[in-house]
């Protein structure tokens, strides 16, 4: 059981509560409670969650968390009051986190937060950690700006609630909690954050900048290198993307992760910028997605000017196959799918040899396309990919992300995960008739 004694410096607060006593209005405490009351009490879900924060939990580690917590150093000033914090206590040795939290539209607040550093660092606490429906690629890229930006040493992490949820749904899919009673638990929590009262919902919309940038490109303008509509776009963009990981983890029972360039990792900033230039320069959006075991990376491009979502992955061709025609029957056999509509191969060449495309259905029925104009050259990879033209519905905030979300699992489901890459085969061992017959061609030859 988690330790119900308050740290020495706090005044006031509560052990996070399973079931909260609190009024119906209260949406926001109670489905916070609930969730850090479940972080302590079930060992392998606290330790995924502390986990991408930098804190393993081994077998001593006593973890408690409280609610409404007020410290000595506010006592008779009026002003925010934190809605959590978490104490992990190994030994001697303490880690503590600041939990603030919002659920439904609510939004963070970059100055609340910057008060609750301020704090943190008054009284001994470790981190910040931050929960809302605002999307993150990663606990330690903060989806607020200012935020990231700020020169305060103690650092903020954020959980968006579907990562708890999702955190909550793969332990429970795996099977990675040993106790029955823990197990329950999980389910519990899993099904009341499911529900529509915990306030815990997806990226469902683009803003309405979305819109207005479509209108833009649609009319022949060019994005401005400055354009804040573009920025509030590549913002949401991340939300969306993020989202997306976080819908495959659940429907595949793994982690699936945006593959992000190494320089993109540690500076979210920096992402931002380049694709910004991406976007101005190309009027697209893209990302890389990473699910475990699969053939290649998922990519997703959104095509502003042909108002199109395109859905990929791109595969080495074999290379003990000799000919293009091989090549793309090893390929084809893969694809099991007899709904091809939209379905696309795009065909790498050797050199600067231009890649062709045919869809998938025209290459079933002759085959022989492929060598069309490449006679003397041998393919070396395939793209395959799902173009899905949507017009007006491209344009609108909510179809978007609608469509978005059904056309990347879909693909997945029907084509990508069907795909294995190509390997080389290991090599043999030759027969001893085979090294005579090799030595009797050596003589001959001499």
């Not at 199109?308 to 074999?318: F, H, I, N």
């Not at 393919?379 to 491209?394: D, M, P, Q, T, W």
């Not at 008739?433 to 030595?439: F, H, M, N, R, S």
Request: proline share 4%; aromatic share 6%; glycine share 6%.
């Amino acid at each position: 059981m988690p330790n119900t004694d308050l740290p020495e410096n706090v005044v006031q607060g509560d052990q996070a509560r399973l079931f909260p006593v609190l009024a119906t209005t209260s949406k926001e405490g109670r489905t916070t409670a609930i969730v850090l009351s479940c972080l302590s009490l079930v060992r392998e879900f606290g330790a995924t969650l502390l986990g991408g924060v930098g804190q393993k939990l081994g077998t001593r580690a006593k973890v408690s968390t409280y609610t409404e917590v007020v410290f000595k150093s506010q006592t008779g000033k009026s002003g925010d009051r934190p809605d959590g914090l978490i104490v992990v206590k190994v030994g001697s040795r303490e880690w503590k986190a600041l939990v603030e939290a919002k659920v439904g539209n609510s939004d963070l607040d970059a100055d609340q937060i910057e008060r609750y550093r301020t704090l943190a660092k008054e009284n001994g606490i470790d981190c910040v950690i931050t929960i809302s429906n605002q999307f993150a690629t990663s606990p330690d890229a903060h989806p607020i700006e200012d935020v990231r930006k700020s020169r305060s040493k103690i650092p903020v992490y954020h959980w968006s609630w579907m990562h708890v949820l999702t955190t909550a749904d793969l332990l429970l899919n795996t099977e990675g909690i040993d106790d029955d009673d823990q197990t329950f638990l999980l389910h519990e929590l899993h099904r009341f954050l499911s529900h529509e009262s915990a306030g815990v919902k997806g990226f469902d919309k683009m803003p309405k900048a979305w819109t207005e940038l479509n209108r833009l490109v649609s009319s022949g303008g060019v994005i401005p290198a400055r354009s804040p509509e573009a920025k509030e776009v590549i913002y949401a963009w991340h939300q969306e993307t993020r989202d997306l990981t976080l819908i495959l983890s659940r429907m595949t029972e793994t982690i699936v992760l945006e593959k992000l360039p190494r320089k993109h990792q540690s500076d979210p900033a920096l992402r931002q910028k380049d694709e910004l230039t991406d976007l101005k320069d190309n009027c697209r959006l893209s990302v890389s997605l990473n699910v475990p075991d699969a053939a290649a990376n998922v990519d997703v491009t959104a095509d502003l000017m042909r108002r199109t979502v395109e859905v990929g992955m791109s595969l080495r061709a074999p290379d003990d196959k000799k000919t293009t025609k091989a090549r793309v029957n090893w390929l084809l056999r893969q694809i099991k799918t007899e709904d091809t509509t939209d379905l696309h191969v795009r065909l790498l060449w050797p050199g600067a040899s231009e890649p062709t495309q045919h869809l998938v259905s025209d290459l079933r029925e002759n085959v022989e396309l492929c060598n069309e104009g490449k006679e003397h050259l041998v393919a070396h990879g395939f793209h395959v990919f799902h173009s899905k033209r949507l017009g007006g519905r491209f344009t609108q905030q909510g179809n978007f992300i609608a469509d978005l979300e059904a056309i990347v699992p879909d693909f997945y489901g029907t084509v990508g995960s069907e795909l294995k890459a190509w390997q080389r085969p290991a090599p043999r061992i030759k027969h001893s008739d085979d090294l005579q017959e090799t030595g009797s061609a050596g003589e001959a030859a001499e």
